[in-house]
């Protein structure tokens, strides 16, 4: 018989207040600067991190790297991406959750492949995934993973929430006798390679009493976990539970967190709740996080359509607008090739716009044209569409410009860049912009989360007159670099 989890192999669930929470990434399989710089920036992203809010994404990394910091993560809200990697080890040992909110190409929750040293003899020989216990939503890829032996193994039917699911684990260790078990569950693959006895894998679902609706800490009736547990539990209480199905308030797993407003059945009315809670991620949080905006009981990254952010006793809040509200225009996209930078097709659609709700990028197809997409050359003089913008929610990136503007003066209104997302860890990047003497943003007061990237702009002049710690502010964070300035003009002419 398999055994249950082992009560003794995990840390009870943690308080909100005492949980580490940071940003995952969204780069897939694109990297930028060399492995030195993206190690670096990985390792103060996750040290110490209990939710990786987002994707939890280790690409391209030798053997020579320590990525013990990892050991740390509990759940990724997210996908899990380990590609083209050298290492021999994945040390999540803590990790019990993946969401699965986004999905590595649309289908997974978990991808592992093609992790070994081309004509070498280093690559990923064990997962690491001692203590994973569950997977809500998206399927699992390990493959091409020549010294990887036990994946197979793992009961990934216990662990997936889902059973209709794609389970992919194919082309793995290589010069073993492989007894091969093709096995259709739902829409389920696996290549069985059994090397060893599988009666020490851990299941937490599989072997339920049929009482149980969920998950469960032994095989009798009486041994269910609590309906809000994900994962497993230690016992049948909702403060038992490994992690949290929905949310978790204060060490309880809760369905819902306490609303804003409760109903006083005493006056027939709807009152302030002092004990209220704002739902963020999968907690219950008494303040919303510096970056983000509350919304009824939610923290969201934007309002509504029909809202507009209001700021009420240092909080944001989103309140309906009166009349019309503030224009808020959708910035440019990586996914939507139509908008991957600002270009002539869609720079009108910037008109009037105080808010970008996203990112602006200005790349070199859309300054200089695209003749493979037929994309003309951008009128200088339509960027000046962007005097009205106020606030970008994202980042600013900005690596082509017109050689007849000398600034950036088009954003001179532009007074906040919140970094809600950024590219890389950066909200503003200006890069290689010979006509640029100055940058002529002199309205901006905040740029509220993410670093500065000025580099290679060999005529710009002023840039260390700005007085970038005001801007930046207070960091919750621990950027590895909050400013680089590099390779600008520091000498005559300016």
Not at 111 to 118: G, I
Not at 430 to 451: D, E, H, P, W
Request: net charge positive; aromatic share 8%; hydrophobic share 35%.
């Amino acid at each position: 018989q398999k055994p249950l989890l082992s009560v003794g192999a995990f840390y009870s669930l943690k308080t909100p207040e005492k949980l580490t929470i940071c940003d995952g990434t969204k780069n897939s399989l694109s990297t930028t600067g060399n492995s030195e710089i993206q190690y670096n920036l990985m390792k103060t992203r996750y040290n110490n991190c209990d939710i990786v809010m987002g994707n939890l994404e280790i690409t391209m990394m030798d053997h020579t790297r320590d990525f013990s910091f990892l050991e740390s993560i509990k759940e990724v809200t997210g996908y899990i991406l380990f590609a083209v990697n050298e290492f021999s080890r994945l040390p999540l040992d803590h990790l019990r959750i993946i969401r699965g909110s986004t999905l590595y190409e649309d289908q997974y929750a978990l991808a592992v492949m093609v992790n070994y040293q081309r004509d070498g003899e280093h690559g990923l020989q064990e997962l690491g995934l001692t203590h994973l216990t569950e997977i809500f939503r998206g399927g699992v890829k390990i493959i091409q993973n020549k010294y990887l032996s036990y994946a197979p193994q793992v009961n990934w039917l216990d662990i997936l929430f889902i059973l209709h699911l794609l389970l992919h684990i194919v082309n793995n260790i290589r010069n073993f006798k492989v007894k091969s078990l093709i096995c259709i569950y739902g829409t389920v693959l696996v290549s069985r390679q059994v090397f060893t006895s599988l009666d020490s894998l851990t299941v937490t679902k599989t072997v339920c009493a049929p009482q149980c609706s969920g998950r469960c800490f032994g095989r009798n009736p009486s041994e269910c976990c609590h309906v809000e547990c994900a994962g497993g539990c230690t016992g049948p209480k909702d403060t038992d539970c490994f992690a949290c199905r929905n949310f978790n308030n204060s060490g309880s797993c809760v369905p819902q967190c306490p609303q804003t407003v409760i109903y006083n059945k005493l006056t027939y009315r709807m009152e302030p709740n002092p004990n209220a809670k704002y739902q963020y991620g999968s907690i219950c949080v008494t303040q919303c996080p510096k970056n983000f905006v509350v919304d009824g009981s939610s923290c969201v990254s934007n309002c509504p359509s029909n809202k507009m952010e209001v700021e009420k006793n240092g909080v944001k809040t989103c309140e309906p607008c009166k009349g019309l509200c503030p224009k808020v225009c959708h910035g440019t996209s990586w996914t939507d090739s139509n908008r991957e930078t600002v270009d002539a097709r869609n720079i009108e659609s910037f008109i009037n716009c105080t808010k970008i709700q996203g990112s602006l990028n200005f790349l070199v197809t859309g300054i200089e044209g695209d003749p493979f997409n037929d994309v003309p050359p951008l009128d200088p003089e339509k960027l000046k569409i962007f005097n009205t913008v106020e606030e970008i929610t994202d980042f600013l990136n900005i690596q082509s410009w017109p050689a007849s503007m000398s600034d950036l003066s088009v954003f001179s209104n532009l007074q906040t860049i919140r970094g809600r997302k950024r590219y890389k860890s950066y909200a503003l990047l200006v890069v290689k912009i010979n006509s640029l003497t100055s940058l002529g943003l002199r309205s901006l007061q905040n740029i509220n989360n993410g670093a500065v990237y000025i580099k290679g702009n060999k005529n710009l002049c002023y840039h260390d007159t700005v007085n970038w710690t005001r801007l930046l502010g207070s960091r919750p964070q621990k950027p590895l670099i909050n400013i680089k300035l590099l390779r600008c003009n520091m000498y005559a002419g300016c």
